[in-house]
C-alpha cells in the first residue's frame, strides 16, 4: 500500500515543477520543430548554424524584452523600430563626422538619445494620459520621419563608418561575439531589475491591477514613464548594435520591428493584457522566431510561401503551448488530489 | 482644462527637445551627404516628412520649434551649395540659387505640411527669372537640368555630368526641381520655366503620363525638351535618353558572374521583392541569358528575396551559403540586397569562395569590393547620363539635329549617338565598377 502511493506523490512533485516551469510548452515546440528542419536539411544542426541563429536575435532579444516590460503595465510600444531607426541613423552619422570617438561612448550615446526618445512616449502615456497604442503609433510616425528630416534622405554606408565602430557588433571576448554579450548582459539586467528589485515588482503590480497598485502607495504614473523610458533606452542600445552590425543606417532601418518584438514577447508567454510574463519566456519566444526564420530560409519552401508559414508556425507555438500548458494544469491538479 | 493645458505644454516642450537635439548636428549632415552618402528615396522622404510634420500640428500650436528646424534647414543647404559650386562662377551662382531654393521649398513644406505649394513654386519661379535673365545677358543659352526631385545624390551626381557638357558646349546649365518628387510640383516648375523661355529643358519625369501636357507646352513655345532617366510618354518630349535597357543589364550581371564563377558552378539570385516588375524582367532575362552556350556550365540554383531589408536580406544570403555550400556567385541586383550579401560573406568567412554581384553604388559597395567580397558589380554612370542628357539637348536647341528617329549626333567625349525609331537614345552598357576604377566615383 504505502509503495503504492509514493509513485504518484512523486510524479506529482515532478510535474509541479514542470508547470511551473511556465516555458516548457514553447521549448517543446522548438525542439520537435528542430527535429524536423535537421530531417530536412541536416546544416540546421550545427554550432555555425546555431551560433548565426544567436547572432541573428540578439538585438531582438533586447528589443523584445523592453517591449515586454511595456506589455506587463497592459501597454505597448510601437515606436521601437522607429526609435531604433532614428538612434541608428544619429549615431552613425555622429561617428562619421568624430571617427575617433570610442565605441562605448558611441554606445551610451544612443542610449542616452533612445531615453529622451522613449521618455517623449512616457511623458504624452503617463503624465498626458494619451492610451500608449495611439501615443506610440503617432511617435512611430513621428520618430520615422525625424530619420529622413534628419539624413535627408540619405544612407550612411559602409565605408563611411570608421571601423571601430563596426567592431563594435563584430568583435569578440572569450570566443563569444560582442553582440551575444550585450543581449546576455541585459537579459540579465532586466532579470533581475524585474525579480529583486522593488521597482521591478511594481511593474507587475501595475499591470496586474492598476487600482490596486495605486491604493497600495505606489507611484503608477511613474512606473508608466519608467517602462517607456526604459524601452527607449534599450531601444537607443539596439539602434547602435544595428548600425554596427548591418554596417550602414539606413532610412528604412528596422521599419516593422515592432511587430517581431511584440510576436516574441507574447509568443514567450507574456500575457497581453498585462501582470505577467517572464524574461526566460521572451528569450525563448524570440529564439523561436529566429528558429522559425531560419529554418524556412534553409529548408527552401517558396518564398512566396515563407510569410504565411512564418505566422502559421507562430500560431501553432502558440497553440501548442496553451494546450500543453493546459494539459499539465489537468493532470496535475488530478495528481493532487490523488 | 488646466490638464488639457499641461499636456498640450509637456508636448510642446518635449517637441521642442527633439527638434534641438535633431537640430544640432544638422550641419554635420549636410556636409557629409556632399561628401558622398549613397542612394536616397527622395519621394518617400518628403512623404514621410510631410506626416510627420502633420502629427506635430494635429498635436499643438509648434510653430515655434518647427521654425527652428527650418531656419536651420536653409542655413545648412545653403553651406551645402557653396561646397558644391565648382563650375563657372555664373553656374555656380545660379546653383547656390537654385540650391537656396530647395530649401525654401522644404522649409515651406514643413511649415505648412497641409498644402501651400504656390509659395515654393514661387520662389522657384524667382530663381528661374535671375537664371533665366543672367543667360540672356551672356547671350549663352540658358538649359534647365529637372531632376525628379532635389537633394538625392543620384541626381546630383547626373548634374556634374551635365555642368560638364554645359563647359564644353560653353552654356549655362541650371539644376532646378522639385523638392519632393511629385509631378505637380514639378509640372508647376516646368510652367514658370516656360514663362521665363529658357533655351531648353531636359526633364527626369515624376509622371510619364502627367507631364505630357506641359512638354507640349513647352514644345509649342519652341523650347526643345528631351527627357532622361525617366521619360515622359511620346508626344510630350522630343527625345528620350535611356540609361540602359534591361537586355544589357541581365546580361551584364551574368557575365560578371560567369567570370567570377570561372565559368561553371552554382550561382543564387537574391532580389528585393518577389513583385519588383524591374527585378523580375531582369531575373527573367538573366535565366534566358543563362541558356546561352557560353553559360552551360553555370547553374542557377535559386532565387530568394530580401524585400530590400538589411535585416532579411542578410538572412536569406546566410541561407543560401549554408543551402548550397558550393556556391560560387550570389547575384543580387538590388543596392540593398548586395551590400548585405557581401556583408553575409564577409562575416561567414568565405570571401574568395562565394561572391557576390549585381547592381549597386560605389559609395556603398567600396569596401567590399576592396575586400574581394564583391569583386565587381555593374550600374550605370549616372554622370554620363547627365552629360549625354545636355548634350542631346544642345544638339537639338541649336539646330545640328530635328530630334527625328535616325538622326545621328556626337555627344561630346562620349561619341557619336542614333536616335532610335522610338526616339530613344541609349546611354550605353552599363558600368562596371571594380578595384581598378571604384575610387574615381562618388554616388
Known sequence: MGKMDMAPRLRAGLLQAVIKFREAGILVFIVALAAVVTLRTPAFLTLDNFRDILLNISILVIVALAQSMVIITRGVDLSVGSIIGLTAMMVSFVVVAFPALPGPVAMVLGMLLGMVLGSFNGVLISFGGVPPIIATLGTLSIYRGLVFWYSRGTWVNASQLPPGFRQLAKGSVLLLPNIILGAIIVVAAVYYFLRYTRTGRDIYTVGSN?????????????????????????????????????????????????????????????????????????????????????????????????????????????????????RLQRFASGAQRV | MFEKGLRSFLILVVLAVLSACGGTPATTTSSTATQGAATSSSSTMAATTETSAATMVAATDTSTTTMTAATE?????????????????????????????????????????????????????????????????????????????????????????????????????????????????????????????????????????????????????????VTWDSAIAPGGRMVHINQAVAADIAAIQIKMASDLAGGAGKIAILSATSTAPNQNEWIGLMKEELKKPDYAKLQLVDTVYGDDQDEKSYTEAQGLMKKYPDLKVIIAPTTVGIAS????????????????????????????????????????????????????????????????PGDTFTAGKLGSYTIDKDGVVLLGKPTVFNKDNIDQFNF
Do not use: H
Open chain 2, 341 to 404: 550579401s557581401a556583408r553575409a560573406v564577409q562575416d561567414a568567412k568565405l570571401v574568395g569562395k562565394v561572391f557576390v554581384t549585381g547592381l549597386g553604388t560605389p559609395n556603398q559597395m567600396r569596401d567590399y569590393v576592396k575586400s574581394g567580397a564583391a569583386p565587381q558589380f555593374a550600374l550605370w554612370n549616372p554622370s554620363d547620363l547627365g552629360y549625354l542628357a545636355i548634350q542631346t539637348l544642345d544638339a537639338v536647341a541649336s539646330g545640328k539635329i530635328k530630334g527625328q
Open chain 1, 210 to 326: 492598476p487600482d490596486a497598485a495605486r491604493f497600495a502607495g505606489i507611484r503608477v504614473q511613474r512606473v508608466i514613464f519608467l517602462v517607456y523610458m526604459l524601452s527607449g533606452l534599450l531601444c537607443g542600445l539596439a539602434g547602435v548594435l544595428w548600425a554596427s552590425r548591418f554596417e550602414a543606417a539606413q532610412t528604412n532601418t528596422a521599419a516593422g520591428f515592432e511587430l517581431q518584438t511584440v510576436a516574441a514577447s507574447v509568443v514567450g508567454g507574456v500575457n497581453i493584457f498585462g501582470g505577467s510574463g517572464s524574461v526566460l519566456g521572451v528569450v525563448l519566444g524570440a529564439f523561436l522566431l529566429g528558429t522559425i526564420q531560419n529554418a524556412l530560409t534553409l529548408v527552401g519552401i517558396s518564398p512566396f510561401w515563407q510569410l504565411a508559414a512564418q505566422g502559421l508556425l507562430i500560431l501553432l507555438a502558440v497553440i501548442v503551448d496553451s494546450a500543453i500548458l493546459r
Open chain 2, 73 to 225: 534647414t536653409s542655413a545648412a543647404t545653403m553651406a551645402a551649395a557653396t561646397d558644391t559650386s565648382t563650375a563657372a562662377t555664373a553656374a555656380a551662382t545660379d546653383t547656390s540659387a537654385a540650391t537656396m531654393t530647395a530649401a525654401t521649398d522644404t522649409t515651406t513644406a514643413t511649415m505648412a505640411a497641409a498644402t501651400d505649394t504656390s509659395t515654393a513654386t514661387m520662389a522657384a519661379t524667382g530663381a528661374a527669372a535671375t537664371a533665366a535673365g543672367s543667360g540672356a545677358a551672356g547671350g549663352a543659352k540658358t538649359y534647365i537640368l529637372v531632376p525628379k526631385a532635389l537633394g538625392n545624390p543620384y541626381f546630383d551626381t547626373a548634374n556634374k555630368g551635365a555642368q560638364q557638357a554645359a563647359k564644353e558646349l560653353g552654356v549655362t546649365v541650371t539644376y532646378q526641381g522639385p523638392a519632393t518628387a511629385d509631378a505637380t510640383q514639378q509640372i508647376q516648375l516646368i510652367n514658370s520655366l516656360i514663362a521665363q523661355n529658357v533655351s531648353g529643358l531636359a526633364i527626369s519625369a515624376d509622371d510619364s503620363d502627367a507631364l505630357v501636357p506641359a512638354g507640349k507646352q513647352a514644345m509649342d513655345a519652341k523650347i526643345p525638351v
